[in-house]
């Protein structure tokens, strides 16, 4: 486990299944169940209905067994297949709606992170700061701990804002971590 002190997150069920998907994209779901413990076995061969609200290890467990096999960049690509497929789906109108009353650029998505995100997770706060035009810090607060791999898998999950505002040269830092893995603060910059 990359954060011992880590405690359970507060997800949606939709977003439990968002990870099982992507772990299908990218041909991980076998291996890693068979490394998760018997619980979270469970969870993948029957998931929760969308929409349930989950609290529950079960999501930490299965990214420690994505971080033995393919570190923190398997940790980013699995963000980004969960986020860019089943929840991109909810994602991308909310994200319209957003860049039509605020602007087409990254910043108002990132700006506006409570409200994107606010039907899959609970327990965490957005705060983007600007830095420029083009720049700017997102911290991501948790009510309970986090490991490495749950911010590396908010890495690649935001790699959607960038390509929703059709940014290619869109730019997430690895996120600095603080406050006994609560608190997350990555620079972006397009």
């Known amino acids: 486990m990359d954060n011992p002190k880590r405690g359970h997150e507060k997800?949606?069920?939709?977003?439990?299944?968002?990870?099982?998907?992507?772990l299908d994209a990218m041909g991980l779901r076998a291996v890693v169940r068979l490394m998760v413990p018997p619980h979270v076995q469970g969870m993948m061969d029957t998931p929760p209905v969308p929409t349930v609200?989950?609290?529950?290890?079960?999501?930490?467990?299965?990214?420690?067994?994505?971080?033995?096999?393919?570190?923190?960049?398997?940790?980013?690509?699995?963000?980004?297949?969960?986020?860019?497929?089943?929840t991109g789906r909810f994602l991308k109108?909310?994200?319209?709606?957003?860049?039509?009353?605020?602007?087409?650029?990254?910043?108002?998505?990132?700006?506006?992170?409570s409200s994107l995100y606010r039907s899959f997770f609970q327990g965490l706060e957005f705060k983007y700061t600007p830095e420029g035009a083009r720049s700017g810090m997102l911290q991501i607060r948790s009510n309970s701990a986090m490991g490495a791999s749950s911010w590396a898998a908010w890495e690649g999950s935001l790699r959607l804002l960038f390509e929703e505002c059709g940014v290619t040269t869109g730019v997430i830092s690895p996120s600095h971590v603080s406050e006994e893995g609560r608190v997350a603060t990555m620079r972006v910059r397009w």
Do not use: C
């Open 11 to 22: 997800f949606s069920g939709s977003t439990f299944r968002a990870y099982l998907d992507g």
């Open 93 to 113: 109108p909310l994200m319209q709606m957003m860049l039509n009353k605020h602007g087409r650029s990254p910043a108002s998505l990132f700006a506006n992170m």
């Open 53 to 86: 609200w989950m609290e529950s290890d079960a999501l930490p467990l299965i990214f420690d067994a994505v971080m033995k096999l393919q570190g923190l960049e398997g940790m980013r690509a699995l963000g980004y297949a969960a986020t860019s497929g089943t």
